[in-house]
């Protein structure tokens, strides 16, 4: 006779509550060693920071499930910046110079995806391709030096709160909540899983996963440019050299949150988890005084962590898959 998983299991996901006991656990140690880590004041800062990590790990959360990646987010993210910046400053209107940014992340999944769909470039290679050559536009378009932002009513964008939460927070919660039910409940997100799943089984389905593939790049560039936009605003400046190593908070972010490496399998629910863990992981490393050297080991180790433990939670469905198979035949 089966045991039945309890209740709370079966809703929430046992990876998932070893997540949350993760983060109650690094509250409560950086809170022992700084007791100002549990303030309000901290709370809202870490969801302000977790912000763009979290519109860069939506669309990585797609990627990634699709068996793709994407390391040309922190570049992006840098370009889009600057680029809102100097459109703003050359008097062109905001929604306009908002739009238009958005369409240069469009460009970049473009070709991103042109690189992995068409020239078959390992995505790990293409988008470290695209890392240099947007970080380098982004040097190049400002000639190096950050681009104030005179207009208040955009910087607004970066200090507006609504019931007490920036509103960059809830631009990232509405997206989690958005692409989380797309990813869920549409035909979409269900051929994201099955490509991710096997790509020869869906192509034989039906499928067009060269499409899918564009689809999900270019909703990662403009979902990062949306950050990036957002992030300029709260700087008041365009700064080419933002944002490096960006995509690696994403990623760990993404891992963490249970989306496996191997394709196929995870959600958004599990990547929201893994942004929270992170970013107040990153800001009590901060906030403790860690310098910044032993910061990039802590993150390193943390992004070992989360690759193990996808080692591991892929081997016992691997393990389950094979006893299943087994009693069935």
């Not at 006991?21 to 022992?32: D, P």
């Not at 042109?114 to 290679?125: D, G, L, Q, R, S």
């Not at 997206?175 to 039910?181: D, R």
Request: charged share 10%.
């Amino acid at each position: 006779m089966e045991k039945k998983k309890p209740k709370i299991l079966s809703v929430i996901g046992g990876d998932k509550l070893v997540l949350i006991a993760a983060i109650v656990l690094v509250f409560i140690l950086f809170t022992a060693l700084n007791r100002n880590f549990m303030s309000w004041t901290n709370i809202v800062n870490i969801l302000i920071a977790a912000s763009l990590v979290g519109m860069v790990a939506i669309g990585h959360t797609y990627l990634i499930i699709a068996m793709q990646n994407d390391l040309s987010p922190g570049s992006l993210a840098a370009l889009s910046g600057v680029t809102v910046a100097l459109l703003l400053k050359a008097g062109v209107p905001i929604p306009a110079a908002i739009i238009l940014t958005m369409i240069l992340g469009a460009a970049v999944g473009v070709f991103n995806a042109w690189m992995v769909n068409k020239i078959h470039i390992e995505a790990f290679i293409a988008t470290l391709v695209s890392q240099m050559i947007v970080r380098g536009a982004a040097y190049i378009i400002c000639d190096g030096k950050p681009v104030s932002i005179s207009n208040q009513s955009f910087n607004k964008l970066g200090s507006l709160r609504f019931i007490g939460i920036p509103v960059a927070v809830w631009i990232m919660l509405i997206c989690i909540l958005i692409f989380g039910f797309i990813l869920a409940k549409t035909k979409f997100g269900r051929s994201v899983y099955a490509i991710g799943g096997n790509i020869q089984a869906a192509r034989l389905a039906g499928l067009n996963p060269e499409r899918i593939i564009l689809m999900c790049f270019i909703m990662i560039g403009v979902l990062t440019s949306i950050g990036g936009i957002i992030f300029s605003a709260r700087m008041n400046a365009g700064q080419p050299a933002a944002n490096i190593n960006l995509e690696f908070d994403a990623i760990t972010a993404v891992i963490l949150g249970g989306v496996s490496f191997a394709g196929g399998v995870g959600d958004m629910a599990g990547t929201f988890i893994g942004i929270i863990l992170i970013q107040a992981f990153n800001t009590g490393l901060t906030m403790v005084n860690v310098s910044s050297f032993w910061q990039y080991v802590a993150r390193g180790a943390l992004l070992l962590f989360a690759l193990t433990s996808d080692y591991i939670r892929k081997k016992r469905r691997d393990k389950e898959l094979l006893e299943l198979s087994m009693k069935n035949a």
